[in-house]
């Protein structure tokens, strides 16, 4: 079962004076009797990587395809860079650049032919084309294979041509649906050093990944959706505090015999013993720390004890009750 979320902890308001790349409000989506969007609502502020995570089947990519007006709400609203999506689809594919989990590059031809194809389909000027075509290979370290057959690239590098073909008509936001899927641990560190860089040219990025620690390395905040609904957003390390607290896990010299004393501790969530093994769940660290110090000290040997905060995986499991990837 996920944990139930009360309005009042999804209360992220936007920076103050903070322009909103992604507006969405109320959205609803449904196919028939189904609704895979339930009156869901979120902000993207211009500028930041902001993650969009939930299980197999929990809404992510139907709210993408209305994001980026592939597809039309049952009701509610979507804004993207102050376009409405019902009424300014063309404007909004115009600013979004996107990299799908399928790449859909030509793989007969060359790296520069599929560049060339998409400029002419966004209508960059003849002039401008090359000089793009160049600086966006040079930029994704595949100027030296222009004129390689895709097919003869390795998984990374047509994930690095993909994301050098979103960008080639300078999209305001850009939109990565697993951007390191199937990539090796070198070729995925290059394409988050891509992602960061965009950030710092102002671009807005929305990723969709089933890899947490990707969007603990990249996003400044993430959205958890389930059944279609949000069930929480903010930053990584406010969504560890909130929903995980702490761990402290303790080695004793014998078992301990007053469990009791340590569940009454303020905050504490969950008890475990194992032999001589504690683990303590709880909200907080340093002052609990020191009280279950303090109990455990007058009745056993404190040979090793350790506090360390939740991972993302276990904030997920706790928020969806499955975990994100099998």
């Not at 909103?20 to 993207?44: Q, T």
């Not at 939930?54 to 609203?77: C, V, Y």
């Not at 793009?132 to 030296?144: A, H, K, M, N, S």
């Not at 905060?309 to 099998?326: Q, S, V």
């Amino acid at each position: 079962m996920s944990k139930e979320v009360t309005p009042a902890m999804l209360t992220v308001p936007v920076e103050a004076g903070g322009t909103l790349a992604i507006e969405v409000k109320d959205l609803c989506k449904s196919f028939g009797s189904f609704r895979a969007v339930d009156h869901l609502s979120l902000e993207v502020r211009q500028g930041e990587i902001f993650g969009l995570l939930g299980p197999n089947g929990s809404g992510k990519t139907t709210t993408i395809n209305m994001i980026s007006g592939l597809s039309m709400p049952t009701s509610g609203e979507v804004r993207v860079l102050g376009y409405d999506v019902r009424h300014n689809a063309r404007q909004v594919r115009q600013i979004l650049g996107s990299v799908p989990q399928e790449t859909a590059l030509y793989e007969e031809l060359s790296a520069w032919t599929n560049m060339d194809f998409h400029a002419d389909l966004f209508g960059i000027p003849r002039k401008e084309k090359k000089e793009r075509i160049t600086r966006l290979l040079e930029l994704v370290q595949l100027l030296d294979r222009k004129d390689s057959r895709v097919g003869t690239f390795s998984g990374g590098m047509k994930r690095r041509l993909a994301l050098a073909r979103a960008l080639l008509h300078d999209p305001r936001l850009i939109y990565l649906d697993e951007p390191t899927l199937g990539v090796d641990v070198q070729a995925r560190r290059a394409i988050w050093d891509y992602i960061l860089a965009l950030r710092d040219q102002g671009k807005t990025v929305l990723i969709t990944t089933n890899y947490l620690e990707e969007a603990q390395a990249l996003c400044e905040r993430l959205a958890i959706i389930d059944h279609g609904k949000l069930i929480a957003v903010d930053t990584p390390e406010h969504l560890k505090q909130t929903y995980g607290g702490s761990v402290i896990e303790v080695e004793t010299g014998q078992p301990v015999t007053d469990l009791a004393a340590l569940s009454a501790l303020a905050g504490v969530n969950d008890v475990k013993q194992e032999g001589t093994h504690l683990r303590i769940t709880a909200q907080g660290t340093s002052s609990i720390a020191a009280e279950v110090i303090n109990i455990l000290s007058q009745e056993s040997e404190i040979k090793e004890i350790a506090i360390r905060e939740p991972n993302l995986d276990e904030i997920f499991l706790l928020l969806t009750g499955t975990a994100l990837r099998d």
